[in-house]
């Protein structure tokens, strides 16, 4: 059962792939790729931004693998891709894959020849958090040590050596003693 919004269009912004298999003869899927009226069609759309499709045999990535295509190649999320990586694995032939920016906003109403694979979004962004530098934040939030200079080094450097020195001038005078 495919889910409601398996077909909805992409958020603002959001970057999804619709997988769908081509079920045709190669020869014929040839033809297919190459005319845009049957692909709108197909996918039951008014138009299409050819720039945002990939259209191939699954065969020619076989070695790498579709799962790790879809996740590495182009982004999309792991959680999603993971658990179906052995149906993914399993698909013989041409897909088509229809990136969220072809549609502009298009419900799709896929017909034969096509067949829905899978709609999967892209991995979540995470962006470094930066240090807060403000009066507000100082002394709420954990602020990092301020590198040693060199001066403090040397300086400890130095108070080392006079107590290892003491010691051994003391260690002396007892003995002698």
């Not at 792939?17 to 049957?38: G, L, R, T, Y």
């Not at 962004?125 to 040693?148: E, H």
């Amino acid at each position: 059962m495919i889910a409601q919004d398996a077909f909805a269009p992409a958020r603002t912004h959001e970057k999804v792939i619709w997988v769908f298999a081509i079920e045709m003869p190669a020869q014929a899927c040839d033809a297919f790729k190459s005319n845009p009226a049957a692909l709108t069609a197909a996918l039951g759309i008014a138009q299409i931004d050819e720039a945002h499709i990939e259209i191939f045999d699954v065969e020619t990535i076989r070695d790498y693998g579709f799962a790790k295509y879809l996740t590495e190649a182009h982004g999309m999320n792991p959680a999603q891709i993971t658990p179906e990586a052995t149906m993914l694995a399993a698909i013989k032939g041409h897909v088509l894959l229809v990136f969220s920016d072809a549609l502009d906003g298009q419900v799709l109403a896929p017909s034969p020849p096509l067949r829905f694979i899978g709609r999967y979004g892209a991995a979540p962004a995470v962006s470094p958090v930066d240090k807060i530098n403000t009066d507000a934040a100082k002394g709420i939030l954990p602020q990092p040590k301020p590198a040693k200079s060199d001066a403090r080094m040397s300086g400890m450097v130095a108070t080392a050596a006079l107590v290892v020195m003491f010691l051994i001038v003391g260690l002396m005078i007892w003995i002698a003693g």
